[in-house]
């Protein structure tokens, strides 16, 4: 079928006024961004918040994220911390992940590195690969863990194994750098190359520096530059 975003709204309505809270929070986001109808924070808000309150994760989630950007709310980081509060207690892993970085920053919560990790484990546990990568930036560094490179490596693999570029990237680096992994200039390459192909710049950077020392791959000035 043609795409026709007007089209979709009007199910989505259909579907909202019907109870459904997955439409309400596909319509929430068609309001956000103007897609299919006039863009409308206020309405965005409210088609959230219906369903926030019939139960929805993903839309408690989204609310949080409204109430923390000042999007056709108030900004209010304290009402954000509830919401993904109640979204992190329905067992929602992006909730997880942003409650840790809520603890982390002080942001609505009093700062407390602790309740962060703690929030970040659970995430990770739950499959979040964003926390898998945080994870093992902070064993890497020893920030509110004690440093682990051994740590950091099993959370950057993790989360390379589930698409993550800039886990894809430390990892090779690891297989450099880390005494926590066999030196291998081949498998660091090859992750190297993988987030690159993401779109990592950190990785396209070193990539060309692997090409124009013939690290992990035959030298290759010409692919360096």
Known sequence: VAKDEAQAVQWYRKAAEGGNGTAMLNLGHMYSSGRGVTKDKAQAVQWNRKAAELGHAGAMVRLGDLYAAGQGVPKDEAQAVQWYRKAADAGNATAMFNLGHMYSSGRGVTKDEAQAVQWYHKAAE????????????????????????????????????????DAMFMLGLDYVIRDAVPKDDAQAFQWVRKAAQLGNNLAMDYLGTMYEKGLGVAKDVSQAL
């Open 126 to 165: 739950a499959g979040e690969a964003d926390a898998m990568a945080h994870l093992g930036w902070r064993y890497d560094n020893g920030h509110g863990v004690p440093k682990d490179e051994a740590q950091a490596v099993q959370w950057y693999r993790k989360a390379s194994e589930l698409g993550n570029a």
